[in-house]
């Protein structure tokens, strides 16, 4: 079964940045509207980031302007560029299409820890 995995997680100082990405397991398109979403423990998951498969993208307001979706449509790719990141944006970050119609599973995600 095929699955999105996300990578490029880690730990960050407070200020630093990371870059995140998204990708399908296997030989599917994800040429469709696009988010990041993060889940701190004990917290909702939330939707920070999404792309539309035209380049048109949202964000949440505690990460606007700090934080930058992307996708590669050749490299059937979507990334999260995160500067300045804070202590409050640890969390395990994931990936899924906007339309329910598209959602995968949720996957592992990848942990991001801001800390000093």
């Known amino acids: 079964q095929v699955q999105l995995v996300e990578s490029g997680g880690g730990l960050v100082q407070p200020g630093g940045s990371l870059r995140l990405s998204c990708a399908p397991s296997?030989?599917?398109?994800?040429?469709?509207?696009m988010g990041w979403w993060r889940q701190a423990p004990g917290k909702q998951r939330e939707l920070v980031a999404t792309i539309t498969s035209g380049g048109m993208t949202d964000y949440a307001d505690s990460v606007k302007g700090r934080f930058t979706i992307s996708r590669d449509n050749v490299k059937n790719t979507v990334y999260l560029q995160m500067n300045s990141l804070k202590p409050e944006d640890t969390a395990v970050y994931h990936c899924?299409?906007?339309?329910?119609?598209?959602?995968?599973?949720w996957g592992q995600g990848t942990q991001v820890t801001v800390s000093s």
């Open positions: 899924n299409a906007i339309n329910l119609s598209f959602r995968l599973g």
């Open positions: 296997g030989n599917m398109s994800i040429l469709y509207a």
